[in-house]
C-alpha cells in the first residue's frame, strides 16, 4: 500500500526566511505521480505542482522549489523569502499508476504541514 | 478553475437522516472523486468513478454510497448520517493525471 508522510505538523517561520516542507512517500510501483497542494485558511485547495516517477529534475516556479528525490523517496517543497501570504496547510499526495494501468490515479495524501509565516 | 461546483456547501444534520452531496463539472471529465478531510488524515478517498455507471470504492467508503447517471454529475450518499461522518468533503476531477478539487462541502451531524 502506498504511504505520504509529512512529518512537520506545524512550521512558524518570520517573513522572508526560507522554509522547506519535508515529504517522504512509499510505493510499491516504479510508475507513480506526487504532487503538492496548498490549502489557505479560505478552505480551497490549490493545486500547485506535479511530478512523474521517471523526472528527477528539480523544479523552480518564482519562489516555489521542489527537490524529488527517488533515492531517498522524498519529494521536498522549498519556499524562498516567504511572505504572509504563504501561511496555508500544504499537502504532498501520491498517485501510483495512471489511467493506462488502471490505478485510476487515486491519490494518497499526507496529513499535511501547517506553515504560518508572520511578519 | 476547473469548473467543479458542490451544493450544498453547509449543510447540518441529525444523526440517522440520509444526506445527499452533489459534485457537478461542466467539462466532460471522465474521472470524479469523492474525498473527505478531517483533522490529523489529511484528505481520503471515499469513492470515485471512471465513468457513467462506473463507480469503485476508496480507502474509507463503509457508509457511503454513489451514482453517476451522468457525466457532469457525481452524487455522495450517506444512507444514515452519523456524528462520526461529520467532515469537510471534497469532489475532484482528473485531468491529464492531475486533479482538481471542488470548493468543498461542510457536513455537520448532530
Known amino acids: 500500500a502506498q504511504k505520504v508522510t509529512q512529518a512537520q505538523t506545524e512550521i512558524s517561520v518570520v517573513e522572508k526566511e526560507d522554509v522547506t516542507l519535508d515529504c517522504v512517500y512509499e510505493?510499491?510501483?516504479?510508475?507513480?505521480?506526487l504532487f503538492w497542494y496548498k490549502q489557505p485558511p479560505s478552505g480551497e485547495l490549490v493545486f500547485l505542482i506535479r511530478r512523474n516517477s521517471f523526472d528527477e529534475q528539480n523544479e523552480i516556479s518564482g519562489r516555489y522549489s521542489w527537490n524529488f528525490q527517488k533515492s531517498t523517496s522524498s519529494f521536498n517543497f522549498t519556499i524562498t523569502a516567504s511572505q504572509v501570504v504563504d501561511s496555508a496547510v500544504y499537502f504532498c499526495?501520491?498517485?501510483?499508476?495512471?489511467?493506462?494501468?488502471?490505478?485510476?490515479?487515486?491519490?494518497?495524501f499526507g496529513t499535511g504541514t501547517q506553515l504560518k509565516v508572520e511578519l | 478553475d476547473a469548473g467543479i461546483t458542490q451544493s450544498p456547501r453547509h449543510k447540518v444534520t441529525e444523526t440517522g437522516t440520509p444526506v445527499t452531496l452533489r459534485c457537478h463539472q461542466t467539462e466532460n471529465h471522465r474521472y470524479m472523486y469523492w474525498y473527505r478531510q478531517d483533522p490529523g488524515h489529511g484528505l481520503r478517498l471515499i469513492h470515485y468513478s471512471y465513468g457513467v455507471k462506473d463507480t469503485d470504492k476508496g480507502e474509507v467508503s463503509d457508509g457511503y454510497s454513489v451514482s453517476r447517471s451522468k457525466t457532469e454529475d457525481f452524487l455522495l450518499t450517506l444512507e444514515s448520517a452519523t456524528s462520526s461522518q461529520t467532515s469537510v468533503y471534497f469532489c475532484?476531477?482528473?485531468?491529464?493525471?492531475?486533479?482538481?478539487f471542488g470548493p468543498g462541502t461542510r457536513l455537520t451531524v448532530l
Open positions: 475532484a476531477i482528473m485531468t491529464r493525471n492531475e486533479q482538481f
Open positions: 510505493t510499491r510501483d516504479t510508475t507513480y505521480y
Open positions: 499526495a501520491l498517485s501510483e499508476g495512471g489511467i493506462l494501468t488502471g490505478g485510476g490515479n487515486k491519490l494518497t
